[in-house]
């Protein structure tokens, strides 16, 4: 008998958590296995080949690819600096001359006889690859990677947007506070704030603007999303938006308090620093936004996420209407499928929530 | 393992999709061929497994336990097939194992040509019909900079690439630029670092030497025919051919766990989408229909069609709407139509935030499903928004070239729109299939009937099918061995025949209410359409009949003939007939509270709720 698949967040003290850092292009790795390193500590590097540009010499100066190839100036390989002559077409008599200049600097890659097209190669530009999360590097992969490990308090949310960051924490409100800009510190620079639930699109642009890097909250809007994006997200593929303050909300969209869980986890960590990343991808093999908290000692603990099976007692909340946010504890769990009010037959179970109702909820709108 | 289609008893075939692996087990009984059990299990293509037949066995496994039949090897230890193949003991083994995979996004591809409207088109209807996701299109007259061409092949690291461009014998110019472009991208292959990219060229046969010059020290260049010969014509059998190969030699064969998994089938291991055409393709040959298909995921949605082109040939079409879903693609589907579209179909009022929000806790929790009704019909209605959108994009590519060849310079082929003419013709359709989850499992068949009828517009008569539980790419592979077989359980097993809309276009100044046409069923009388309104009429169940629908106005189009009647024969299925007198395009009420009350009427009328 196969167990049902119920998915859950991991929000915990005492997770050993490991990293891959990978170079998007081989390069070279700065830290040896065995290494400590900090969280903004730069890593690896390397040179990212630069962008290639297609010089249609015939259609710019008005010959045919013939006539271009004949007045080339440069030769396969050869280095060019910006405005230096490329190719050079006399006109009639020879004296009209026109001739076509280098847009930037580079290397010649190739030239077409058959178009009379010359690709111009950009010099390649410097990549730096951080550590992001403190600690030690325990693998290294020559030139491409390396694994980092360390002890954490960690909580997962369940959606995020923008990158990596790095921040001092600060609570600013308590998980079912509605976010309000008063609870906004006058000077946020630098801080990784948490709480609440709800911020407007106003809330999280003065937060951005006071210099915060990143807010855990309970809950967003879709209007504030998309005013604070500046756009209309389509698809839950995150991390690379082009935000100063990366956001996560542990619970969902609307208007839901924050988990009690991870701001009590938070809490304790407050003034702590933490890297964290609103990257998310609700795909096959799910990245969810993640603040980690370096740890210094205790034993290690299991991740409440991890290996955690549904039974009678598990701690459960709902994330689907009507019961969407609610918060619970299995009392049943029926083996045959259930009758639900749509009219399908599914697996269920039942639960008391904490207002003492027992009700039945489908086991795929439930995490632990 | 057997493959003669007369020794063949039990055939297990695999569908590896992106998220589930699902088993089928085919039996051959006394009365034919039946489909008998069903096991399924999580895709394992990720980390930590990342093994395909990891997946594959649990999914075994489950049909083993639900068939009582042995099917494993009990001596298997991970090496070699694990099957235990049948010899003669009954309810032992299998005979066949086949699969189809999506797995890993399924195969992704990027095509690349000299014009959009001509040689970019062919291509990817060349690369669609094969079974890929076309991930762009670059074209030479696509607006966009060189730069911006090879930073977007570059960033998205197709499977293969489809090069094409120009007609033969014309112009080498653009299909060489194109060359030049994907030689300055360099993309590398989602699969096997190592690799040197796949590359089909399929341009203008005379500059096939040049291209594969520039481009052969670089990638792993195939070379076949013009997928546009000339500008009135396509080839695109070659270029799919070419796909497949490349799929299982370098795509296949490189994904995790797909090296072990190619060695259990003797039969190819087809993509999933074009294993369904397949199906679709045999299904409205053989029938001699005009067939409209809809598998819609929680990414995509793929639509298929067979239409006669004006020269009565059927031609086969599919593409993918890759970013419209029911659960992953949500919010795009919310961002496209927008909430006022979704919100059009439902009984109930709704604001705008609300369905914003809701559909974005679908997108992030992917894997719930609704617990009350309204949450199901808010569903159902991004579903009909969804089938709108991808019916849109399908027939902006489902087109036929006209036969009249044309004298026509390089110059002018940036405006050959007119000899296009566009394929898909709603008035003219035998028969729906809707596939997928949410119209495979509606609680109850009138809602997957009402959905097709929305979503597609659907015009005159129109048959209303679902695939029981998408099965139409286990068939589609099963058709490569024994199509027969396939057949037989296709129409047993696979197509529920919900039953028939009545949707005739008319006079948009026929007052609401008057009766439009009259239906009926082996001469007795079932009911009328009346204009703005939606009706449910009950045919019996499961027999052969005729149906016979007369127009009661000379306007009434039902078959593309104003004011003529419909007749054929019928089998009915579940029986429901669907008579829709909003006319089309739908007319829709223009206040709020009017169209609220027209949708509350038509779920009255239709059953979906109480009176």
């Given at each position: 008998m196969k167990q049902a698949f119920t998915p859950g967040l991991c929000v915990s003290g005492g997770v050993t958590v490991r990293k891959d850092r990978e170079l998007a292009v081989p390069g070279e790795i700065l830290v040896r296995e065995g290494d400590s390193v900090e969280p903004t500590q730069v890593v690896g590097r390397a040179q990212l080949q630069g962008e290639l540009l297609i010089l249609r010499l015939s259609e710019q100066l008005g010959i045919q690819p013939d006539e271009a190839l004949q007045g080339l100036k440069v030769k396969l390989g050869d280095s060019v600096s910006s405005g230096q002559i490329i190719c050079e077409h006399a006109g009639l008599f020879g004296l009209l001359k026109s001739r076509y200049l280098a847009p930037r600097d580079g290397t010649i890659e190739f030239i077409t006889e058959r178009t009379g097209h010359v690709g111009l190669r950009l010099p390649s530009k410097p990549i730096e690859l951080k550590a992001y999360l403190g600690g030690k590097v325990i693998s290294v992969t020559p030139a491409r990677a390396l694994r980092i490990e360390a002890r954490c308090s960690m909580v997962q949310g369940i959606f995020g947007v923008g990158g990596e960051q790095h921040g001092q924490l600060q609570a600013i409100a308590a998980p079912s506070e509605a976010l309000v800009d008063e609870m906004l510190p006058a000077v946020a620079e630098g801080k990784v704030l948490f709480g609440g639930h709800s911020p407007s699109e106003q809330f999280l642009k003065t937060a951005a603007e006071r210099g915060a890097v990143g807010l855990i909250t309970g809950s967003m809007d879709d209007k504030a999303l998309k005013g604070y994006l500046g756009y209309d997200l389509g698809l839950a593929l995150t991390g690379n938006e082009?935000?100063?303050?990366?956001?996560?909300?542990?619970?969902?969209?609307?208007?839901?308090?924050?988990?009690?869980?991870?701001?009590?986890?938070?809490?304790?960590?407050?003034?702590?620093?933490?890297?964290?990343?609103?990257?998310?991808?609700?795909?096959?093999?799910?990245?969810?936004?993640?603040?980690?908290?370096?740890?210094?000692?205790?034993?290690?603990?299991?991740?409440?996420?991890?290996?955690?099976?549904?039974?009678?007692?598990?701690?459960?909340?709902?994330?689907?209407?009507?019961?969407?946010?609610?918060?619970?504890?299995?009392?049943?769990?029926?083996?045959?499928?259930?009758?639900?009010?749509?009219?399908?037959?599914?697996?269920?179970?039942?639960?008391?929530?904490e207002d003492g109702r027992v009700v039945t909820v489908p086991r795929a709108n439930v995490e632990l | 393992m057997i493959t003669d289609p007369e020794k063949l008893n039990t055939i297990l075939v695999t569908d590896c999709g992106s998220t589930t692996t699902k088993a089928l087990l085919f039996e051959r009984r006394p009365d034919g061929w039946r489909q008998t059990f069903r096991g399924e299990a999580p895709t394992t293509v990720e980390e930590p497994v990342a093994d395909v037949t990891v997946g594959a066995l649990n999914a075994f496994q489950e049909v083993q336990e639900l068939s009582s039949r042995?099917?494993?090897?009990?001596?298997?230890?991970?090496?070699?097939?694990?099957?235990?193949?049948?010899?003669?003991?009954?309810?032992?083994?299998?005979?066949?194992?086949?699969?189809?995979?999506?797995?890993?996004?399924?195969?992704?591809?990027?095509?690349?040509?000299?014009?959009?409207?001509?040689?970019?088109?062919?291509?990817?209807?060349?690369?669609?019909?094969?079974?890929?996701?076309?991930?762009?299109?670059?074209?030479?007259d696509d607006g966009r900079e060189d730069h911006e061409r090879v930073e977007r092949i570059r960033h998205l690291r197709p499977d293969i690439v489809l090069l094409t461009g120009g007609v033969d014998g014309g112009s080498k110019v653009h299909v060489l630029e194109a060359a030049e472009i994907l030689l300055a991208a360099s993309p590398r292959p989602r699969f096997g670092e190592t690799l040197r990219l796949p590359v089909i060229y399929a341009g203008n046969s005379e500059a096939a030497e040049e291209a594969q010059e520039m481009l052969k020290a670089k990638y792993q260049l195939s070379v076949v025919s013009n997928v546009r010969p000339t500008l009135e014509s396509e080839n695109l059998e070659p270029a799919r051919k070419a796909i497949h190969d490349f799929f299982l030699s370098h795509v296949m064969s490189h994904s995790p766990g797909y090296d072990k998994l190619l060695k259990w089938s003797p039969v190819p291991v087809m993509p999933t989408p074009a294993a369904v055409g397949n199906m679709v393709q045999r299904f409205a040959e053989s029938k001699n229909l005009q067939v409209l298909c809809a598998d819609i995921g929680g990414a995509t949605t793929d639509v298929f069609s067979v239409f006669r082109d004006a020269g009565g040939q059927p031609i086969f079409n599919r593409t993918v709407s890759a970013n419209l879903g029911m659960s992953y693609s949500v919010a795009n589907v919310l961002i496209e139509a927008g909430p006022s579209k979704i919100a059009r179909w439902l009984p109930y009022q709704i604001s705008d935030s609300e369905i914003r929000d809701r559909l974005r806790n679908k997108m992030i929790r992917p894997t719930t499903i609704p617990q009350t009704i309204e949450d199901l019909w808010l569903e159902q209605a991004v579903c009909r928004e969804a089938l709108r959108l991808s019916l849109d994009h399908h027939r902006s590519l489902a087109v036929g070239l006209s036969g009249v060849r044309q004298a026509r310079g390089i110059a002018d082929i940036f405006s050959q729109k007119a000899s296009r003419y566009e394929l898909v013709d709603r008035m003219k359709l035998d028969v729906v299939v809707g596939s997928g989850g949410v119209l495979s499992h509606a609680p109850d068949r009138v809602q997957a009937a009402l959905m097709m009828i929305d979503g597609f517009a659907l015009e005159g008569v129109t048959q209303l099918t679902v695939d029981s539980i998408f099965m139409m790419p286990h068939l589609g592979v099963l058709c490569e061995v024994n199509p027969q077989a396939a057949d037989q359980i296709f129409i047993r097993d696979c197509l529920v025949k919900i039953g028939y809309a009545v949707a005739p276009v008319f006079n948009a100044k026929i007052p609401d209410g008057t009766p439009l046409a009259e239906v009926y069923y082996n001469g007795e009388r079932l009911g009328s359409v009346h204009k703005g309104r939606v009706l449910k009429a009950q045919m019996p169940m499961d027999q052969s009949g005729e149906l016979k629908v007369q127009p009661l106005h000379r306007s009434v189009n039902l078959s593309g003939e104003p004011g003529r009647e419909w007749r054929n024969t019928i089998q009915t299925g579940h029986g429901i007939l669907i008579l829709d007198g909003r006319n089309r395009p739908i007319e829709w009420a223009s206040e709020g509270s009017e169209l609220l009350r027209r949708q509350v009427e038509i779920f009255e009328n239709l059953g979906l709720v109480q009176r």
């Open positions: 082009n935000v100063t303050m990366s956001v996560i909300i542990t619970e969902g969209f609307g208007s839901i308090a924050m988990s009690e869980r991870a701001h009590k986890l938070l809490s304790s960590r407050a003034g702590q620093n933490a890297s964290m990343t609103g990257a998310t991808q609700v795909r096959a093999g799910a990245i969810r936004p993640e603040v980690l908290i370096i740890e210094s000692g205790g034993a290690e603990k299991k991740g409440i996420a991890e290996g955690d099976g549904l039974q009678i007692g598990s701690k459960i909340r709902i994330i689907r209407v009507p019961y969407f946010g609610l918060r619970g504890e299995v009392v049943e769990l029926p083996f045959e499928q259930t009758k639900i009010e749509t009219g399908a037959y599914t697996r269920v179970l039942r639960a008391r929530l | 042995q099917i494993i090897s009990e001596n298997y230890a991970g090496q070699g097939t694990p099957f235990l193949i049948t010899d003669g003991a009954p309810g032992q083994g299998i005979d066949l194992y086949l699969s189809t995979s999506s797995a890993g996004g399924g195969l992704q591809m990027m095509v690349a040509g000299a014009v959009k409207t001509m040689s970019t088109e062919s291509a990817e209807r060349a690369a669609l019909g094969a079974g890929a996701i076309v991930m762009d299109a670059i074209s030479a």
